[in-house]
C-alpha cells in the first residue's frame, strides 16, 4: 500500500501510529487484531519492519557492527548469513568494515532499509524509501521490495514520487489533513493521477 | 531472563564500543575528574587539619561531577538518528536498554575512579584507610546508585525542552540520602577514629540501589514512550 499526499497530511503520523511510536489522539491501532500473540510487545515488535526518516544507525560503528547489534537485540539465530546476504543484495558489500559516518547519503538509507528487514518482518513501514537514492539504487531497492512483498510480506509505504512506490503497491491511499480522501487499486489508479498528481482530488476532505 | 541480560550486554557493549573508539568523552572526564581532584588539594592544602573532616567529600566530589559532565554525552549518541525509536522498536524489554545504558556508563565512571581516588591518595596523604573492603564496597554501592539514578534523569531531561539544563536539578535533591550513605562509610572505611553503624548505611546504600535501579528499569517503557 502507498500513502500519498501533500505535506502534512498526516502520512508519516499515520505511519507512527501504526509502528506505535505515537498514540493518536483518539481511537486505536492494532497490529495483527486476529492473533493474540501479537499483544504481546515482543511478538509484534518481531513481526514489525520500520524505516522512518531517522536511519537508527550508529555513525561510531561499522556498517556490519551495526546490523551485528540490531541482529542481537532481535537474538537471531543466523546472524552471520542474514548480514552476508543482505549487505550484499543492496551492494554494500564492499564497505562492511567502515563507519556509518564515512557512508553517502544513499549508502545509509540502503543501510538503513537493510536493518530494517533483517529480522524479516512480516509488515514493513516505509517513509519516503527511496529518498536520497540515485536511479540504479531506486532500482535495486524496488526489485527488492517486490522480492519481499512477494514472500507475503505486507509494505505499507510513503513517497513522494508515485512512480517509484505504484508498482510495489495494491492500493494507494491518499491523505489529507489526516483524513483519507481517495483510496484507489492498483488496476484502478487513474491516469491523470500520473500525469496531473493528486492535486485535483485535494479539498474535498475539507467538505 | 537470558533475553533481557543479552540485549542490556548488547546495549552496553555498544556505548563502550563508540565511546573508546571516540576516546573524547572518556578523556574529558578523567581530565575533569584529575582537575578538580587538583582544584580541591590547593583549596584544602593550608588546612591539614579539616582532611578527616572533608577527606570522604573530596573523595566522591570529582566522581560526582565528571559523572554529571558526562552522563548527558552518554546519552546522547542515541539521539542523531533517532535511535532511541529504534530501541524502542526492537522486541527487546525497554527494562533491558536501560540497564545497557546504565552498565556501559557505570563502566566509563569505574574507569574515572580507577585514576581519580588513587590521585587522592597521593595528593592529600591520608593515613592508610582502616578498612580497604568498606572502602571498595562503598565505591561499588555509591558508584551503582549514583550513576543508575543519574541515567534515569539524563534521559528524563533530554526528552523535556530544558535537556541537559534539567539534569543537575533533578539529580541533587533525589541524590542526597545515597551522598550521606556514600560520605558516612567513606569515613569509616578511612578513618579508626570514625564511630561505626556501617551496617545501618550499607543498609541504607543497597536498599537505594535496590529502588533506583528496579524503578527505572519497570518504568524505562513509559519514558521512551514519551
Known amino acids: 500500500m502507498a500513502l500519498i499526499g501533500p505535506n502534512g497530511a498526516g502520512k508519516t503520523t499515520l505511519l507512527r501510529i501504526i509502528a506505535q511510536l505515537t498514540r493518536p489522539d483518539e481511537g486505536r491501532a492494532t497490529l495483527f487484531p ?21 536511519s537508527y544507525l550508529y555513525e561510531g560503528m561499522t556498517v556490519e557492527e551495526n546490523l551485528r547489534f540490531y541482529g542481537s537485540m532481535f537474538s537471531l539465530a543466523d546472524l552471520e548469513r542474514r548480514i552476508d546476504e543482505g549487505l550484499a543484495r543492496v551492494d554494500l558489500a564492499g564497505v562492511r568494515h567502515r563507519p556509518v559516518a564515512t557512508l553517502s547519503k544513499g549508502m545509509r538509507r540502503r543501510l538503513a532499509l537493510l536493518r530494517a528487514v533483517l529480522h524479516r518482518p512480516r509488515l514493513l513501514l516505509l517513509d519516503e524509501p527511496f529518498d536520497g537514492l540515485d536511479r540504479r539504487s531506486v ?27 505504484a508498482p510495489l503497491c495494491r492500493r494507494v491511499c491518499l491523505l489529507e489533513r489526516g483524513q483519507l480522501v481517495q483510496s484507489w487499486k492498483e488496476d484502478e489508479i487513474p491516469a491523470r493521477l500520473w500525469t496531473e498528481g493528486y492535486g485535483p482530488w485535494l479539498g474535498r476532505g475539507r467538505r | 531472563m537470558k533475553s533481557f541480560v543479552r540485549a542490556s550486554w548488547a546495549v552496553a557493549e555498544k556505548d563502550l564500543r563508540i565511546q573508546f573508539r571516540l576516546k573524547s568523552l572518556l578523556l574529558s572526564m578523567v581530565v575533569f575528574a584529575l582537575l578538580i581532584q587538583v582544584l580541591l588539594h590547593f583549596s584544602f592544602q593550608a588546612n591539614p587539619a579539616a582532611l578527616e573532616q572533608m577527606a570522604a567529600g573530596l573523595l566522591w566530589l570529582p566522581v560526582f561531577l565528571s559523572t554529571l559532565l558526562g552522563i548527558g554525552r552518554l546519552m546522547a549518541i542515541e539521539e542523531p538518528e533517532e535511535n532511541w525509536e529504534g530501541l524502542w522498536l526492537t522486541p527487546a524489554d525497554p527494562g533491558a536498554v536501560f540497564m545497557g545504558k546504565m552498565l556501559g556508563s557505570l563502566a566509563l565512571v569505574a574507569l574515572v575512579e580507577s585514576v581519580s581516588v588513587p590521585l587522592f591518595f597521593i595528593l592529600f596523604n591520608p593515613p592508610v584507610p582502616q578498612s580497604f573492603p568498606l572502602l571498595l564496597v562503598t565505591l561499588l554501592l555509591g558508584t551503582w546508585g549514583y550513576v543508575s539514578l543519574a541515567s534515569f534523569f539524563s534521559v528524563m531531561a533530554r526528552m523535556s525542552r530544558l535537556g541537559d539544563l534539567l539534569l543537575p536539578i533533578l539529580l541533587f535533591p533525589v541524590s542526597i540520602p545515597l551522598l550521606l550513605g556514600v560520605v558516612r562509610l567513606t569515613q569509616m572505611a578511612l578513618f579508626p577514629t570514625m564511630p561505626g553503624q556501617e551496617g545501618l548505611w550499607l543498609a541504607v546504600l543497597i536498599a537505594y540501589d535496590v529502588l533506583f535501579t528496579l524503578l527505572p528499569v519497570l518504568t524505562f517503557e513509559y519514558l521512551l514512550e514519551v
Open chain 1, 34 to 54: 486476529d492473533e493474540p500473540a501479537m499483544r504481546r510487545r515482543s511478538h509484534a515488535r518481531r513481526a514489525l519492519g520500520v524505516l522512518m526518516e531517522g
Open chain 1, 139 to 165: 532500482d535495486m531497492v524496488q526489485q527488492w521490495l517486490a522480492e519481499l512483498a512477494a514472500q507475503r510480506c505486507t509494505l505499507i509505504m510513503i513517497s513522494h514520487d508515485l512512480s517509484w512506490v
